[in-house]
Nanobody, 114 residues
């Protein structure tokens, strides 16, 4: 099973930017990956996904502000976030789907102050 470790979270003011990273324990070829988040008191929700063919999908709330990408040489997925708003405050998790196996990272906290 792929091991995932997120980094890059933190405290930022509204309008600011952050880049999250998700480092995988092995190759990320032929693995569908994505970012999810869980705001305080709410359920986990999809933020952005990238398929094995490179197709990306974004939640309506982040379109135009967040960009998902991968660096295959570093086995790492990224989430570039700009124009952050207080409603983006959440624990952000990365996810990987490899065949029947699903892996989750431990999460990284993103807090946006108004």
């Amino acid at each position: 099973q792929v091991q995932l470790v997120e980094s890059g979270g933190g405290l930022v003011q509204a309008g600011g930017s952050l880049r999250l990273a998700c480092a995988a324990s092995g190759s990320i070829f032929r693995i569908s990956m994505g970012w999810y988040r869980q705001p305080p008191g709410k359920q986990r929700e999809m933020v952005a996904t990238t398929s094995t063919s490179g197709t990306t999908n974004y939640a309506d709330s982040v379109k135009g502000r967040f960009t998902i990408s991968r660096d295959y040489t570093k086995n790492t997925m990224y989430l570039q976030m700009i124009s952050l708003q207080p409603e983006d405050t959440a624990v952000y998790y990365c996810n990987a789907l490899k065949g029947p196996e699903t892996s989750w990272g431990q999460g990284t906290q993103v807090t946006v102050s108004s």
